[in-house]
């Protein structure tokens, strides 16, 4: 454990000097600020107003915006390791392959993460400075929400990166994956569903095995219980899951899909030519 928090460290440190990690703060930082100056907080949509609304925009942005960028800078992380000869340091340390993997993957979370949930604790200490109410409830599901899918997307990261040869590879295996997982939502599901005359029970399955659909449609839960906007396909889900099981979903499937890939990744890197 002691291997493995060094190797954390380490990777923190070096993720808190590169340049990727300012202009990702103040990505998420700019947004919040944004929205406040905006006056997001004074409209109202669908009953809701305050934090509330503000929230409900940042969780949308978050997924639009969050992917790709962790994605993208990852898969630098073992590729470039591996490009610029930094493994055969690390071979010549008493630092096991595991500690090494694992410290890395727990380093780079917390530099994914930080600034998202940074940002809506600043929102939230903005909004009681202002005296607007905090809906907790909300607060909290979404940076699980959040929390879930950095998680998911940085192993699925780390797995293309273990596994790519060099860094440009990485990249376009990156950017693939992102593309494939936009591809894979409603509006291409039901497209196919229509010309294929898939079973609609397929389609949605094929739907809630996709990270990104399943926070997008965890999210609407918590103001569209129903899930009216998401038409017919809504009675499947709710009929599996309904709709708190749904919330346990949204938070649970991407986590344990998350350590999948971090575990088959770690699999790849340590049976794999480091040099």
Do not use: H
């Amino acid at each position: 454990m002691s291997e493995l928090w060094l190797a954390a460290r380490l990777d923190l440190a070096e993720s808190l000097r590169a340049r990727w990690f300012a202009v990702y703060t103040l990505v998420f930082g700019g947004i919040v600020a944004l929205l406040f100056l905006f006056g997001l907080t004074e409209s109202r949509v669908l009953g809701f107003i305050g934090l509330s609304r503000l929230l409900v925009t940042y969780i949308q942005l978050c997924m639009a915006i969050l992917p790709i960028f962790v994605l993208i800078t990852t898969v630098r992380s073992v590729a470039g390791d591996r490009e610029a000869g930094v493994y055969e340091y690390v071979l010549s340390l008493p630092v096991s392959l595991s500690a090494w993997y694992w410290g890395k993957l727990v380093g780079r979370y917390v530099a994914v993460f930080a600034p998202v949930a940074l940002a809506m604790v600043a929102a939230v200490v903005v909004a009681l400075v202002r005296g607007i109410p905090v809906p907790w409830g909300m607060f909290g599901y979404y940076t699980a929400l959040l929390a879930a899918m950095a998680w998911c997307f940085l192993a699925i990261g780390m797995l293309i990166s273990a596994v790519a040869r060099s860094t440009d590879v990485a990249q376009g295996a990156a950017f693939l994956v992102w593309l494939v997982l936009l591809l894979l939502l409603d509006l291409i599901l039901l497209g196919v569903m229509i010309k294929g005359q898939v079973r609609p029970e397929t389609a949605v399955a094929i739907a809630l095995a996709n990270p990104l659909q399943v926070f997008r449609t965890a999210a609407l839960t918590l103001f569209d219980p129903q899930l009216v906007v998401l038409g017919p396909s809504a009675w499947v889900i709710l009929d599996t899951f309904g709709a708190a099981g749904y919330r346990i979903y949204g938070v649970v499937y991407p986590l344990l899909l998350g350590l999948a890939a971090a575990a088959i990744g770690y699999r790849t890197f340590s049976r794999g030519d480091l040099p």
